[in-house]
């Protein structure tokens, strides 16, 4: 037993010759438009640019003004010591130098003496060069009239250390919002 095919139900009868096809659409090839140039850059990378110039260029000042203020400082300290005849003067105005300059961290460091004021010239250093190494000259030396010259220059070394890093980094903590409130 065969099974009747069913033809699909179409109004053209089976013989007759079929419509030619509707003209297919004219189409072409997409196109993507070029790519982007690298240059010159979009509005915002020039913004980008602007704004590490700046702040390039505002590092570079910052630096040359550090420097700067540092060599003034130095030569501060250099010719204050310069102007003073003996090695135990010099001590005594170093002691002085360091006191004011103490006076930038903490408004009361110069009202401090003996060790106390040695361990607060430690403080923040990884050596204790001044309570436990050549620094111990800066209490008694400026009593002393025989100060030996590698003593001396052994002093000098580490107080005018100290002295440049308490005048350079002590004025960071003098900002308005970080003021101790007695």
């Known amino acids: 037993m065969t099974w009747p ?3 699909a139900q179409t109004s053209l009868p089976l013989g007759a010759p079929k419509s030619p096809a509707p003209d297919p659409l ?3 090839d997409v196109h993507l438009p070029p790519a982007p140039d690298w240059w010159p850059p979009a ?3 020039w913004l980008v640019l602007a704004a590490l110039a700046a702040i390039a260029i505002g590092v570079w000042f910052w630096r ?3 420097r700067r203020r540092r060599a003034v400082i130095e030569t501060l300290f250099d010719e204050t010591l310069e102007a003073v005849d003996g090695a135990s003067a010099r001590i005594a105005t170093m002691s002085e130098l360091l006191r004011r300059a103490a006076r930038r961290r903490d408004p009361q460091a110069d009202r401090l003496s003996g060790d106390a004021w040695l361990r607060f ?3 923040g250093q990884r050596i204790p060069v001044f309570s ?3 620094g111990r000259t800066l209490l008694e030396g400026g009593f002393r009239r ?3 010259v590698q003593e001396f220059e052994a ?3 580490i107080v005018r250390a100290r002295f440049v890093e308490l005048m350079t980094h002590g004025s960071a903590r003098r900002w308005p919002w970080s003021r101790r409130r007695a």
């Open 121 to 123: 010239l430690d403080a």
């Open 146 to 148: 025989d100060v030996g």
């Open 43 to 45: 509005p915002g990378w």
């Open 64 to 66: 040359r003004r550090a």
């Open 155 to 157: 002093l000098r070394g």
């Open 132 to 134: 436990a190494g050549a």
């Open 26 to 28: 004219p189409l072409q």
């Open 5 to 7: 095919v069913m033809r």
